[in-house]
């Protein structure tokens, strides 16, 4: 929200209180408390009246300095707010002279003028970022003076500007389909159903990243406004409505060090299993269906060799108009316990599309009404309903412990029929004239009800089939929801702008501490050219969860034309022998928060061609993904510094250097890091035993360099680790463990069999 005209005023009717110097200080064990007057105080006259700020510190982790400013303390704090992960009561490393207040956390500390009130935040003797003048401030956009003031919160905010540097650039904020470098965008942190063409987003986290090596998370769950280098061009703002602010200041130095510091304090995410990183296979949205099209989409991919992993059941197969009442369709599926394990009998997993809309149709709006499941108007005796999405749906309301119980019970009958997993569609049209159970502010349940909604249905997949095979494919998320993978990109067109939208919009989230992503192959709305098709496909198969899913057309290859079969088969078999490399990549993910699918910022920081990078990414830690976005089969991708070996041809090309070229459909520019050790699989599908007959394939290893990599097993076992130096011609290799299989140098091959020492030369 911006408050200013110009550099110097306000707009008409604002005025804007910053603390101008600090009055009283306490140094307690666990915080640092100061009392800001807003005013210089030169006489005792000027503390009769007045607006103070009150301003406290704590540091709950190293690197990590938490800072909350107060003005009216006995507002009430509104439920519900964030779930996070920190030490309220920690020790806390601050001092005190004359004009100084310094907090220290880790190598990070910030310093207070207490004369002339600013912040300063430094990393040793590198300044991070400041807040001076009237950065800090508390706003009122209906002025009329002290004596007119009612006291009240409906045009009242809280606004932080922190000072950005020259060439640095901003990140994150959660799924953004507009530009990726976030200098000179106005962001409203709201969930909205908007697709993937406008500023809107289903995926709105108040976190923001800098490629100076720090971040910013804003813990409130109601609508947070950034004002990113546009209020003030060298000033990334964020506001929020009401009394309070409370911001975590995340030290790295580097940016996966923020990241790893920012999911210790909102959650890691949740490592999905192996079998969801195989192919997935919708009925699309609005297409007719039934067992027996079922099986043609399954055997179709299966004689046409497509390793297929997953079928998926959008919503047509509960009955138009009774969504959500989480019964089969029995007019075209009489017989659903059947049909899933004739389904499973072949290999697959099954998921069926849910949300949490109950439409007056379905035998379960009765049910919510007696119980009080649901959403209720402000007046507390009528339930909320509109006909956007189901005619008079109601909403359920799961700030009632009872009612998550009651809509938990519905999905434990479909697993018991075979189920395996859900996606949670929706979440983002939430109202704000409403009241819950638990009496929640309905203006901050808004972005924070697709937690509690996700965290209901994960948790009872959990409890079914067990934490290790828990997995979502969810559209709407907060703060938090990176615990329930895994988050796709939502509903997009299908042409080449959207596919590199879609990209834009997933780089931005897995800059937000999500650490997997997916996307609809082919595109959502309309149905794409067998162009855009083949070369999504190569894409999808490359990103760390992949499903074909359309809206009013079937996504099976054959629809488009042979090749495109082709080109799934291939891209599928492709994932599948890289499922060693991918899963090692996922593990180290869930426990670090470090994203699978990697911004090139993130990797390579220091490049200066890198930052505005949105149409290649890092797919783990050594392979780089280019996709084609046009239909002359031109790539366009830049490799940085390094030599990097295409993983196709096995050429090698010199890095510090843009490259065009074309490629064929079969092909996309998929590049090897040097000194790495890529993990190779003997199959080509998604779930297999991924230490029996592993290839580690050693690339470009330099000289006095060594390269190492692991190998897990499905059930995240570490069962080997490998290490290779290069001394000239020499290169000793080193694998601890129990696997089978062969080291690859330069085309000669060492086998082993669990532990292995020996010394080649090449």
């Known amino acids: 929200m911006k408050f200013s005209n110009g550099c110097w005023l306000f707009k008409q009717g604002t005025s804007c209180f910053a603390p101008a110097e600090v009055y009283f200080s306490k140094l307690e064990k666990n915080r640092v408390v100061l009392t800001a007057p807003t005013q210089h105080i030169t006489s005792r006259g000027d503390t009769l009246g007045g607006v103070n700020l009150y301003i406290t510190f704590t540091t709950p982790m190293d690197d990590v300095i938490r800072v909350q400013v107060e003005h009216y303390r006995g507002a009430k704090k509104k439920a519900p707010s964030f779930d ?108 909205e159903d908007g697709g993937t063409s406008t500023e809107q987003s289903y995926k709105n986290i108040p976190f923001f990243i800098s490629d100076k090596g720090y971040g910013v998370f804003v813990n409130h769950p109601e609508k947070v406004e950034f004002e990113i280098g546009t209020e003030m061009i060298t000033r990334t703002q964020f506001s929020v409505p ?39 296979l919708s009925t699309s949205f609005t297409t007719n269906y039934d067992e027996e099209t079922v099986n043609k989409f399954v055997d179709g991919m299966f004689d046409r060799d497509i390793p297929l992993q997953v079928f998926h059941f959008d919503c047509f197969w509960m009955k138009d108009y009774a969504w959500c009442n989480f019964k089969w369709d029995e007019r075209v599926f009489p017989d659903p316990v059947g049909m899933l394990k004739r389904l499973k009998a072949k290999g697959l997993k099954i998921c069926c599309w849910i949300n949490s809309y109950i439409g ?38 799961f700030t009632n412990p ?6 938990q019970s519905k999905l434990e009958y479909l697993m018991d029929m075979g189920v395996d997993c859900f996606k949670t ?14 009496g929640s502010d309905p203006m901050k349940m808004h972005n924070y009800y697709t937690y509690l909604y996700n965290k209901a249905v994960y948790e009872v997949i959990a409890k079914k089939k067990g934490k290790d095979e828990a997995v979502l494919f969810a559209r709407s998320a907060t703060v938090g929801g990176q615990k329930f993978p895994v988050h796709w990109g939502g509903d997009c067109w299908s042409d080449y702008e959207s596919m590199e939208e879609s990209l834009r919009g997933g780089l931005s989230l897995t800059l937000s501490g999500f650490g997997f992503w997916s996307h609809d192959i082919g595109g ?58 991918l899963y090692r990549n996922a593990i180290e993910t869930s426990k670090t928060g470090v994203p699978m699918m990697r911004a090139m910022i993130l990797e390579f920081t220091d490049d200066p061609s890198v930052p505005y990078l949105d149409k290649q990414y890092m797919l783990g830690d050594s392979l780089l993904v280019a996709p084609i976005f046009n239909d002359q089969s031109l790539a366009k991708f830049y490799l940085p510094e390094g030599k990097w070996t295409n993983y196709f041809t096995g050429k090698v090309k010199k890095g510090g250097k843009w490259y065009s070229e074309k490629v064929p459909y079969t092909e996309i520019p998929l590049y090897v890091r040097e000194n790495s050790i890529l993990a190779l699989g003997k199959e080509e599908k998604a779930v297999y035993d991924y230490e029996d007959g592993v290839t580690l394939k050693v690339f470009e290893l330099a000289d006095g360099k060594s390269a190492e990599t692991t190998v897990y097993d499905g059930s995240k076992k570490l069962r080997c680790s490998a290490k290779v130096t290069r001394s000239g011609k020499d290169y000793t290799i080193s694998v601890k463990g129990d696997c089978i299989g062969t080291v690859e140098i330069e085309g000669k091959s060492v086998k082993f069999a669990g532990d292995l020492e020996t010394t080649v030369s090449i």
């Open 84 to 191: 996070i992960n920190i030490d309220e009561n920690r020790k806390i490393d601050a001092e005190e002279t004359d004009d100084e207040i310094i907090v220290k956390s880790g190598s990070m500390r910030v310093v207070v003028n207490k004369k002339w009130f600013s912040m300063t935040f430094y990393r040793g003797d590198e300044k991070i970022t400041s807040s001076t003048g009237r950065d800090l401030g508390y706003i009122k956009t209906d002025w009329q003076g002290l004596p007119y003031d009612d006291g009240l919160e409906h045009d009242t905010y809280m606004r932080q500007m922190l000072s950005t540097g020259v060439d640095e650039h901003i990140y994150g904020t959660g799924e953004r389909f507009t530009p990726f470098v976030k200098n000179g965008q106005s962001i409203t942190i709201w969930n």
């Open 242 to 280: 009401g009394e309070r602010l409370d911001y975590f200041l995340i030290n790295g130095p580097s940016m996966k060090e923020v990241l790893e510091r920012y999911t210790d304090i909102t959650g890691k995410p949740a490592l999905p299993a192996p079998w969801t990183f195989g192919l997935w």
């Open 360 to 397: 007056q149709e379905s035998e379960l709006f009765d049910e919510g009404m007696k119980g009080g499941y649901f959403i209720m108007r402000k007046d507390g005796e009528s339930v909320y309903q509109w006909d956007m999405w189901q005619p008079g749906m109601a909403i359920v309301d």
């Open 402 to 407: 009872e009612a998550v119980k009651w809509y």
């Open 425 to 438: 569609d929706f979440g983002e049209r939430i109202p704000t004239e409403c009241s819950y159970f638990d």
């Open 524 to 581: 959502f709305e309309s149905t794409s050219t067998a162009d855009v098709y083949k070369r999504w496909c190569a894409f999808g198969l490359l990103s760390t969860h992949s499903r074909l899913h359309g809206s009013h057309s079937y996504r099976v290859p054959w629809a488009y034309d042979d090749e495109a079969c082709e080109v799934v088969s291939k891209f599928a078999k492709l994932k599948g022998k890289l499922m060693p490399y």
